[in-house]
């Protein structure tokens, strides 16, 4: 018989660190799951990854006290930052602009977002991607 389902968490988890500390321990200290469990194992399965990455997670919580958890893609936005070498966005989308991004370094972060994307091929995933960067004040070349 399948375990019966008592709720969902969703938390950004950065790669490879997951601690005990908060947020994640009393996010799942609360709901009476076992902390260090969720760590060592998300570290685990993030350890390739590079250290720190905010890893998006939705942990499903069962009846016995046991857990899932799928990680997803990192946010679009970190992403962008990582690809322009930027320290944050405008601070005014649209009166300034925080630098330029290529058709080239959209497609490539469309590409490794796909999976987590509401599109159905890659031309319609960069322009989700070149969005997300008009709306942190960068220009699209291109």
Do not use: H, W
Request: with cysteine; aromatic share 4%; glycine share 8%.
């Amino acid at each position: 018989m399948a375990k019966k389902v008592t709720g969902s968490l969703k938390l950004q988890v950065p790669a490879g660190a997951a601690t005990p500390s908060p947020p994640i321990g009393p996010a799942l200290g609360q709901r009476g799951l076992n902390i260090m469990e969720f760590c060592k194992s998300f570290n685990a399965q993030t350890q390739e990854m590079e250290k720190g990455m905010p890893i998006p997670t939705i942990i499903t919580i069962f009846s016995d006290k046991s857990f899932t958890f799928k990680t997803k893609t990192p946010p679009a936005t970190y992403l962008i930052k990582k690809a322009v070498n930027l320290k944050s966005g405008s601070k005014t989308p649209g009166r300034e602009s925080a630098g330029s991004i290529t058709q080239k370094q959209l497609r490539e972060i469309a590409e490794m977002k796909m999976a987590d994307l509401n599109a159905n091929d890659i031309d319609q995933a960069a322009k989700i991607i070149a969005g997300s960067a008009r709306a942190m004040g960068l220009t699209v070349e291109g």
